[in-house]
């Protein structure tokens, strides 16, 4: 069983940054791929960013350049930074934990067995 903690959402500007953070219990994130995905009011949920356990990274086309997705496997952490963040970024960012081995199969919900709460993210214009 994997416990996953997001932190770090709240209000930004656009243009403005923010770091995501999803700290992770119960099992070392070494052994996962880790995901980042959000829902957006009226939307459904849809795929940001995933880092399989190997160290590949995939990034969903409108946030390549902006977003990138870390890890600190000492703290058992993963982190989602966020720069030049516009309107349309406004949403709940969950973090997922999966057997994620291949970056072709980060994007996909089925991936991953275990969620985060979520982290509110409103960016105003």
């Known amino acids: 069983q994997v416990q996953l903690v997001e932190s770090g959402g709240g209000l930004v500007q656009a243009g403005g940054s923010l770091r995501l953070s999803c700290a992770a219990s119960g099992r070392t994130i070494t052994s996962y791929g880790m995901g980042w995905f959000r829902q957006a009011p009226g939307k459904e949920r849809e795929f940001v960013t995933a880092?399989?356990?190997?160290?590949?990274?995939i990034y969903a086309d409108s946030v390549k350049g902006r977003f990138t997705i870390s890890r600190d496997n000492a703290k058992n952490t993963v982190y989602l930074q966020m720069n030049s963040l516009k309107p349309e970024d406004t949403a709940v960012y969950y973090c997922?934990?999966?057997?994620?081995?291949?970056?072709?199969?980060?994007?996909?919900?089925?991936?991953?067995?275990?969620w985060g709460q979520g982290t509110q993210v409103t960016v105003s214009s």
């Open positions: 997922a934990a999966g057997a994620v081995k291949y970056a072709y199969t980060g994007s996909r919900e089925s991936s991953y067995g275990y």
């Open positions: 880092s399989t356990w190997s160290g590949g990274t």
